[in-house]
């Protein structure tokens, strides 16, 4: 929750105090951020005992647990918002 | 973006396994929350910067909660899929997908009610969730739509993977998935109880 609020702070600052000319610092600033975060989770992997045995004797069984249930998000997901929402005209063309 | 996301996770990993103590990265990573909060504060000035956002959003109505519904069956669906390819049950295979990238919530509930060896694979699988979620955004949203990046992510896209969101996709998507991350997050320890319950 305070995540959440935290980011309506910024939704504040952001529309009625933050120059429009910082907007590219703003999204750099954000993977720098995001990159921290990423390594963060890393290091407090590597930290968590017998993490190694862990994913050598339970990996697959977990991989398939995170693999199936994506997938069958995705496939849920995608013809419902081309139904309902008009997803197909939301696609990345840029990147 | 992908590849130091990569080169981030791994060196975090090779670090944290060394044993190392550099105070500088030690620091970081005991204060992660706070650099969870400033990135979510950037997150927030780039949705307020975008004008006209809200209306676009309250023009949904209740079609809001077609993605969460989509992520929480889809989810559900794999778990029991889940069953009969690794042998557990389908409460046990439901609970674990019940954990919607929740790792640590999921890894610590399902260790309880199931012990300790589901709890750790729920704990590995949704921290594999919200990993490979990272990976998987650009190109859903390349191939399929922006609104389905939200769904390999499920209950991690109102914080850790919303950045990758606002960087692949638009300001009201990140809205949506915001509001996703909330509905899934309060539906992760429902769910686990009704799994636990009912098959």
Redesign the interface.
Known sequence: M???L???????????F?P?KY?KV??R???V????????????????EG??E??ST??L??????????????????P???R??N???????R? | ?VI??VV???????????GVEVSA?SL??QN?DL???????????????H?GILQKIKQ?HI?IF??P???I???????A??AP??GYSLSA?TM??SGLGWYSLAGVTIGNLAGA?LG???F???????????F?I?P?????????C???A?ATS???TL??M?????EK?VVLA?FNG?ICSAAVPLLISLCNAIF
């Not at chain 2, 990993?13 to 060394?18: A, D, P, R, T």
Request: glycine share 8%; proline share 2%.
């Open positions: 305070d995540v959440i935290v980011m309506c702070a910024g939704v504040l600052v952001g529309s009625w933050f429009k907007k703003n999204e600033l954000q993977v951020c995001t990159v921290a975060l990423i390594f963060c989770m890393g290091v407090t992997l590597g930290r968590r993490f190694l862990e994913l339970l990996g069984q977990s991989f398939l647990f995170f693999l199936i249930p994506s997938l069958f998000s995705v496939a849920l997901v995608y419902l918002t081309c309902f929402m997803g197909r005209e939301k696609r990345n063309k990147r | 973006m130091l996301a981030a996770l791994v060196g975090g990993i090779l670090y944290g396994l060394s990265v970081l990573a992660s650099v969870l909060y400033l990135l979510m504060f950037l997150v927030g000035i780039s949705i307020g910067m004008e949904y079609k077609i993605i519904f989509g992520i069956l889809g989810s559900l669906i794999g778990g899929v889940c390819l690794t295979s674990v997908a060896q750790s694979i729920a590995l699988s949704n921290l594999m969730r919200e990993i490979f979620s990272f998987l650009p859903i949203s390349r191939h399929l739509n922006y609104y389905t939200i769904a390999p499920a109102e914080d850790t950045s990758m606002i960087r692949f996709t638009d998507t915001v909330i």
